[in-house]
């Protein structure tokens, strides 16, 4: 079992671990001693146990926020979940029928007619307009 120096708070302590979990004890051991080199900036020099307690508790208190906010964000992500289910399962809308008017070839034929007299007529008034000035 590797014995592993590590530093809290300015102090040495040497601790054993698991083989290959050497970096996770550096790792854990780094995070307390940002939190022992917070209280000895805030309170000074305090007794070994109470500086690795207040350290501990400081730790935990992060850890307690961070384990609610994960189980919050289950949460959230077990109800996007159940509404993504929901909406896969939905069925499909039923297609709507849509109708566009079309005008039949004979309205269309008479229209162009009427246009084309209406022309002419206007044409023609607008000749014996002329021919009267």
Same mark, same amino acid.
């Given at each position: 079992?590797?014995?592993? #120096?590590?530093?809290?708070?300015?102090?040495?302590?040497?601790? +054993?671990? &698991? /083989?290959?979990?050497?970096?996770?004890?550096?790792? %854990?051991?780094?995070?307390?001693?940002? /939190?022992?080199?917070?209280?000895?900036? &805030?309170?000074?020099?305090?007794?070994?146990?109470?500086?690795?307690?207040? +350290?501990? #508790?400081? #730790?935990?208190?992060?850890?307690? +926020?961070?384990?609610?906010?994960?189980?919050?964000?289950?949460? /959230?992500?077990?109800?996007?979940?159940?509404? #993504?289910?929901?909406? &896969?399962?939905?069925?499909?809308?039923?297609?709507?029928?849509?109708?566009?008017?079309?005008?039949?070839?004979?309205?269309?034929?008479?229209?162009?007619?009427? =246009?084309?007299?209406?022309?002419?007529?206007?044409? %023609?008034?607008?000749?014996?307009?002329? =021919?009267?000035?």
């Amino acid at each position: 079992m590797p014995e592993v #120096l590590i530093s809290i708070g300015g102090r040495q302590f040497e601790v +054993a671990c &698991q /083989e290959g979990e050497e970096k996770y004890l550096h790792s %854990a051991a780094g995070m307390l001693d940002t /939190e022992a080199q917070t209280l000895a900036s &805030q309170i000074g020099r305090i007794p070994e146990p109470r500086m690795l307690l207040m +350290a501990g #508790l400081m #730790l935990a208190d992060k850890t307690a +926020a961070m384990e609610d906010k994960a189980r919050g964000l289950e949460e /959230e992500l077990a109800t996007m979940r159940n509404e #993504l289910t929901a909406l &896969q399962n939905k069925p499909a809308p039923v297609p709507e029928k849509v109708e566009v008017p079309v005008i039949p070839s004979h309205v269309s034929e008479t229209l162009a007619e009427v =246009a084309a007299r209406a022309e002419s007529l206007a044409a %023609a008034i607008e000749e014996k307009g002329q =021919a009267g000035s």
